[in-house]
């Protein structure tokens, strides 16, 4: 059984999920024990799956267990969710479950379990009200957000920087 702290990273299908290493790196070096868990479509080919898996050195959850399945990872001490996108904000606030990493979102939320998420959506997108709606919903549950991150720059080509350790860093907040 590991004596250092368990944190749960949140991976959804946006494309600076490919540098998720990087978060993960940050975590390690702070003493967090890191499993990760994404959703089915980021499992598409948005990160390097085999490479998180030897950095972590644990399989990445995405799917349910099948009953009887003893959960593969120890209950977190924390989330983080980064990428978040779009459809993952909505339907989390929303108290949808049917992806394994809603259905842990919406747990963790009910635990009492700190959550910071780092955003990824588009401006034309976090203007739709229900967008609005659900960063105020989840940040009365408690949730804590970093600053919007539109992605990718269509003018220049370039990816600002993510600022993957902001999630660390919320969650030191009291
Ligand atoms: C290459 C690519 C990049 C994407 N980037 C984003 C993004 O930055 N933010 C976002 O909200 N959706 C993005 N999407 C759309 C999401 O993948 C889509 O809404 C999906 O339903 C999200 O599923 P998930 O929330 O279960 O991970 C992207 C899709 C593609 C194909």
């Not at 990760?36 to 479509?41: E, F, H, K, Q």
């Not at 969710?81 to 949808?96: D, E, L, R, S």
């Not at 990493?101 to 229900?130: D, M, N, Q, R, S």
Request: net charge negative.
């Amino acid at each position: 059984m590991s004596e250092k702290p368990f944190l749960y990273v949140v991976v959804c299908a946006a494309g600076v999920a490919a540098d998720v290493s990087k978060l993960i790196t940050r975590a390690q070096e702070r003493d967090w024990e890191v499993g990760v868990i994404a959703t089915p479509l980021a499992m598409n080919g948005f990160f390097d799956a085999a490479a998180v898996e030897t950095q972590t050195g644990r399989p990445i959850r995405s799917a349910w267990r099948r009953p009887g399945e003893p959960r593969p990872f120890p209950a977190p001490d924390a989330v983080v969710v980064a990428p978040a996108t779009f459809n993952t904000v909505n339907k989390w606030a929303a108290g949808i479950a049917d992806t394994l990493a809603l259905g842990t979102l919406c747990e963790a939320a009910g635990l009492g379990v700190p959550i910071a998420v780092l955003p990824c959506v588009a401006g034309a997108l976090a203007a739709h009200p229900a967008y609005r709606d659900s960063l105020t919903r989840l940040r009365g549950m408690g949730v804590r957000f970093g600053d919007p991150y539109e992605g990718e720059s269509e003018v220049d080509g370039g990816r600002p920087e993510f600022g993957w350790e902001r999630a660390l860093d919320l969650l030191r907040r009291e």
